[in-house]
């Protein structure tokens, strides 16, 4: 296993990192009993997990019958919402400088490494201030080494950020990576790859033998709770990955609308 430690000061780009073959990033000052630990996981199972992710267990093949559904409903999404788009994007650059979509590499279905679409909603440059808003981490716990990230009162978003994001608009353009075939409307959430890289454990890699979705089971049974632990938030889309089918889809989808 290869980890990389950084100093609270410096500005890392984690995804780089990945891409060039370090496992895990730490911050320092470090908590070397539960850097142990990660690095005994490590030797046990990357070898394995880079086997399985190239094994015929993780090719995940969308039914036509989803796959037709998501043409439609991704169209029309883009039909009923053009009238937002561009004032959302008009609004992005009069407020900030950069792209008005953001892109990412994020990873769905399978192990799928796809360029991930978004309205842009934070500053440039927020991907290099991850490490020191470590403590706003809803996952943490107070701790460090969350399996996810998602930030509390996020210093990094925009006025308009919060705005499009309160209601869901910055999602808008992965609408487009639906038509790709790169997601569904329906599924689990697609990972950045420093996120990917963490759930290497058997069970909780099933997650990934589901679509990558815009909205999904997480999305609307526990978006938003700050008690939420990153392992609810796994067996929720383990649960969706296990047993999903049109009609749960359609609940799912019916009950989007109340979460936003």
């Not at 790859?193 to 997650?207: G, H, P």
């Amino acid at each position: 296993p290869v980890i990389a430690i950084a100093q609270p000061d410096e500005a890392v780009d984690k995804d780089t990192l990945m891409r060039h073959g370090v496992d895990d990033c730490y911050t320092a000052p470090i908590n070397w009993r539960l850097l142990e630990k990660r690095l005994d996981f490590l030797n046990q199972f990357k070898s394995r997990l880079v086997e399985q992710t190239r094994s015929e267990n993780f090719v995940y093949q969308l039914p036509r019958a989803k796959r037709i559904f998501d043409i439609v409903g991704a169209s029309l999404g883009i039909l009923l919402s053009s009238f937002v788009w561009i004032p959302v994007a008009i609004a992005i650059v009069l407020e900030s400088k950069g792209p008005v979509i953001y892109k990412s590499k994020r990873v769905g279905a399978g192990y799928r490494v796809f360029e991930f679409l978004k309205f842009r909603s934070m500053y440039t440059g927020a991907d290099a201030r991850i490490f020191e808003l470590q403590h706003l981490n809803q996952y943490a716990g107070g701790g460090t080494g969350a399996l996810f990230l998602k930030f509390s009162h996020d210093p990094r978003v925009t006025r308009v950020g919060r705005f499009i994001r309160k209601y869901s608009l910055d999602e808008l353009p992965q609408l487009i990576n639906v038509l790709r075939g790169e997601m569904s409307l329906v599924g689990n959430r697609p990972l950045p790859l420093y996120e990917a890289e963490m759930l290497t454990r058997d069970e909780w890699s099933t997650r990934f033998l589901a679509p990558a979705g815009i909205t999904g089971l997480w999305q609307v049974t526990k978006r938003g709770q700050s008690e939420m632990s990153a392992e609810e938030r796994i067996a929720l889309d383990i649960a969706y990955a296990r047993d999903h089918s049109l009609l749960t889809d359609l609940s799912i989808i019916m009950r989007t609308f109340g979460a936003v």
